[in-house]
Nanobody
Framework: VQLQASGGGLVQAGGSLRLSCATSGSDFSPSYMGWYRQAPGKQRELVADINSAGGTFYSRSVQGRFTVSGDKAKATVWLHMNSLKPEDTGVYYC?????WGQGTLVTVSS
């Protein structure tokens, strides 16, 4: 199973982006789905996720601005990002169970 993330790009501060992540394989129904990001010179950090019970978690820095959603039957997860800030810049990685996607770059200009 491979994950393919898409939707990154360059956006001005205050703008929005939607990231998507889907699998290349079939018959995969993850119990856990989420998004991490890695800013230049920093460690990878959890942004938002959906646990096995369907509950969601958001890091304090994105709470109220980002929304994570997913379809476990279709093994697809999205991250809707609003009111983007320059500090949101980084490579965003999706994860399903213990499988990582390749990352998509988000750059927010001031």
């Amino acid at each position: 199973v491979q994950l393919q993330a898409s939707g990154g790009g360059l956006v001005q501060a205050g703008g929005s982006l939607r990231l998507s992540c889907a699998t290349s394989g079939s018959d995969f129904s993850p119990s856990y789905m989420g998004w991490y990001r890695q800013a230049p010179g920093k460690q990878r950090e959890l942004v938002a996720d959906i646990n096995s019970a369907g509950g969601t978690f958001y890091s304090r820095s994105v709470q109220g601005r980002f929304t994570v959603s997913g379809d476990k039957a279709k093994a697809t997860v999205w991250l809707h990002m609003n009111s983007l800030k320059p500090e949101d810049t980084g490579v965003y990685y999706c994860i399903m169970n213990q499988i990582w996607g390749q990352g998509t770059l988000v750059t927010v200009s001031s």
